[in-house]
């Protein structure tokens, strides 16, 4: 039976981050990523195993969510990795830290790609290295790139790490071969390590496939830490599991040791069960998803063109996020504006970016229509 993302499930008084947020006041919550659909019924049927046996001890990684894994690595993206290179986490910040904690020392350079998901920034700041903020080339009504002219002049040579978010979160690329294959060769010339945080592979658009950058080739992998986890696209962040694969045993070490006593080696056994359900039975639900979310995409883009086009929205290839240029309308701090007006985007500023905002499409038609005419009145409003 095919899945009915149109049902508006009401999460409200669970505790959900996004939604508690706005309790009590008439804010339509779009900003924190997660989605308002159910995980995949094969998740739940999972999760449900598992809580019927009844006991839930401390919980190494069992190997069938190893094999699980491996296995969904190597049919989807035809990438053959060694068991011994998974280091699991509670999430992939978590992960993002390590790795920032494992490669070079206190006072390095780490370089960033921005505007970029927060959490990269505060990962720099927690490992006490220095933060090299290159900003993505924006063309206007075109896709957002890499500056490789400004990644080599602002480089610097105690650089030991680039930290880049594929699927790009907010800007919604997909980064092509040709892409990550330059930025690959700027790395292994400056001999930087390259942290790939793919959270977000899997929901990709219009017929993409992710490529994860460690599959392009050995040259590649050998300097690739890459940070997974079902948690986006089968939408369970708040069960708490992710993993790192790490080719490199040294590098392995240094991540376990900075973890040690800070980040537990234990995972919940539900989060293993669910991770497993859905890496090895997940990709039917997994397509249904990206066909909705690509529809979501198109109703929002053709919505604003047509509607609000003085917000400037550059193409999204991927994720359930929508990065927006709202400068045009004059808002000190947009995202609050656009709070005022019953809406509850992120703000851009956090990402590096003020006069943007974020806006969550991971959510049933209705409640997509809902946010846009709440856009669409607030941008009304900024006209007069
Ligand atoms: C790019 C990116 N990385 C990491 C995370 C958070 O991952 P986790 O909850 O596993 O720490 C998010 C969540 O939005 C994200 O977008």
Not at 26 to 43: E, G, I, K, Q, T
Not at 139 to 147: L, Q, V, Y
Request: net charge negative; charged share 25%; proline share 8%.
């Amino acid at each position: 039976m095919p899945t009915d993302f149109d049902r508006i499930i009401d999460r409200r008084h669970t505790a959900s981050e996004k939604w508690e947020r706005y309790a009590g006041c008439d804010v339509l919550p779009m900003w924190v990523a997660d989605m308002d659909f159910a995980s995949p019924p094969c998740v739940l049927e999972a999760l449900h195993r598992r809580v019927d046996h009844g006991v839930f001890g401390y919980t190494l990684p069992p190997q069938s969510a190893v094999d699980a894994i491996v296995t969904h690595l190597l049919e989807r993206y035809h990438w053959r990795i060694d068991p011994e290179w998974l280091v699991f986490t509670p999430g992939v910040n978590r992960g993002m830290n390590l790795v920032c904690r494992a490669i070079g020392e206190r006072g390095d350079a780490i370089v960033v790609p921005t505007p970029v998901y927060p959490p990269f920034f505060g990962a720099v700041a927690n490992s006490q290295r220095r933060l090299i903020d290159v900003p993505l080339a924006r063309r206007t009504g075109e896709r957002w790139e890499f500056d490789f002219v400004a990644l080599a002049d602002r480089t610097p040579a105690d650089a030991r790490l680039l930290l880049l978010c594929h699927p790009h979160n907010p800007v919604g690329r997909a980064w092509t071969r040709a892409e990550l294959e330059q930025l690959a060769t700027f790395c292994r010339e400056r001999d930087l390590w390259i942290c790939s945080d793919e959270i977000h592979a899997g929901l990709e658009f219009d017929g993409r496939e992710h490529l994860p950058l460690a599959a392009l080739s050995p040259e590649i992998a050998e300097r690739t830490i890459t940070l997974q986890a079902p948690s986006k696209t089968f939408n369970l962040p708040g069960l708490g599991l992710a993993f790192a694969i790490v080719p490199d045993a040294a590098i392995r070490r240094r991540m376990l040791g900075a973890r040690a006593g800070l980040v537990p080696p234990d995972l919940s056994p539900l989060a293993y069960a669910a991770a497993e359900a859905a890496h090895r039975e997940g990709e039917p639900w997994r397509r249904e998803l990206v066909a909705y979310l690509q529809a979501n995409r198109d109703t929002l883009a053709t919505f604003v063109a047509r509607e609000t086009p003085e917000l400037k929205l550059a193409p999204i290839e991927a994720t359930y996020l929508a990065w927006i240029d709202a400068t045009a309308l004059g808002q000190p701090d947009p995202a609050k504006y656009f709070e005022q007006h019953g809406l509850g985007l992120n703000d851009g500023a956090s990402f590096g970016a003020p006069g943007f905002v974020r806006l969550n499409f991971g959510c049933p038609r209705a409640t997509l229509d809902e946010g846009l005419r709440r856009l669409r009145a607030a941008v009304l409003a900024a006209r007069r």
